[in-house]
C-alpha cells in the first residue's frame, strides 16, 4: 500500500489550495477515503471523509470551507481548501478509511510524509 499526499504549500490567509493524494496498493474504488491533518503539539484528526459511493462528512471546524472528492479512474483522492485560516496549519495525510461502532478509523495507518500546509495571518 502507497498513499502519497501532494499539493501542500504557503498560503496566506484566506487562500485556496487543492491537495492530491496518489493511492496505489489496495482497490481504491471499494473504499471510504479520508483526509487527516496534524498540527504541531496536536493529535492527528480526521477532517473529511468521502464514501466509495460519493457521499461526504467534514469536521466541524472546515465544514462549508473544504471540500473532498475523489477520481476512481486515476486512485486519486483531492481536498480542496478555501477561505483558509492559519488554524489550518499542518501536515495533512490521507488514508483509506473504514467506520466501525466508536467512529472512523484509519485502514493502513502508514502516514509516510504527508505534505505541510502553511496558512500565514
Known amino acids: 500500500v502507497h498513499l502519497q499526499a501532494s499539493g501542500g504549500g504557503l498560503v496566506q490567509f484566506g487562500g485556496s489550495l487543492r491537495l492530491s493524494c496518489a493511492a496505489c496498493?489496495?482497490?481504491?474504488?471499494?473504499?471510504?477515503m479520508g483526509w487527516y491533518r496534524q498540527a504541531p503539539g496536536k493529535q492527528r484528526e480526521l477532517v473529511a471523509r468521502?464514501?466509495?459511493?460519493?457521499?461526504?462528512n467534514y469536521a466541524d471546524s472546515v465544514k462549508g470551507r473544504f471540500t473532498i472528492s475523489r477520481d476512481n479512474a486515476k486512485n486519486t483522492v483531492y481536498l480542496q481548501l478555501n477561505s483558509l485560516k492559519p488554524e489550518d496549519t499542518a501536515v495533512y495525510y490521507c488514508?483509506?478509511?473504514?467506520?466501525?461502532?466508536?467512529?472512523?478509523?484509519?485502514?493502513?495507518?502508514?502516514w509516510g510524509q504527508g505534505t505541510q500546509l502553511t496558512v500565514s495571518s
Open positions: 488514508d483509506a478509511v473504514k467506520t466501525i461502532v466508536i467512529g472512523t478509523i484509519p485502514l493502513f495507518g502508514s
Open positions: 496498493g489496495f482497490i481504491f474504488s471499494s473504499n471510504a
Open positions: 468521502i464514501a466509495s459511493g460519493g457521499s461526504t
